[in-house]
């Protein structure tokens, strides 16, 4: 089993920047793609980014140029920095992990979710 635990979100006005972590413990493997998803207040879960072992990453359009994914398999980290963020990024973002190390846009391909991490972007 892993288990993720997300940090890092919080209130910040539109233009500005945050950076989310997520650590993962337990049966970790660097081998392993992961990924970033987000939710919003009555909306479905969307793709935002992802990450295989090697540092190939994909990204979601409305992110693209804006975020920026990155791993650190030594300390089981993945990041997440976001940039020039807009109120319409505000969400909940969750780290997602799959066995495998390809990247899936499809949460329901990931095996392993955080909690969550609330991000809200004001005006």
């Known amino acids: 089993q892993v288990q993720l635990v997300e940090s890092g979100g919080g209130l910040v006005q539109a233009g500005g920047s945050l950076r989310l972590s997520c650590a993962a413990s337990g049966r970790t493997s660097s081998s392993s793609a992961m990924g970033w998803f987000r939710q919003a207040p009555g909306k479905e879960r969307e793709f935002v980014a992802a990450i295989t072992s090697g540092g190939g990453t994909r990204y979601a359009d409305s992110v693209k140029g804006r975020f920026a994914i990155s791993r650190d398999n030594a300390r089981n980290t993945v990041y997440l920095q976001m940039n020039t963020l807009k109120p319409e990024d505000t969400a909940v973002y969750y780290c997602?992990?799959?066995?495998?190390?390809?990247?899936?846009?499809?949460?329901?391909?990931?095996?392993?979710w955080g909690q969550g991490t609330q991000v809200t972007v004001s005006s």
């Open positions: 997602a992990a799959r066995r495998g190390n390809n990247i899936w846009v499809n949460g329901n391909e990931y095996d392993y």
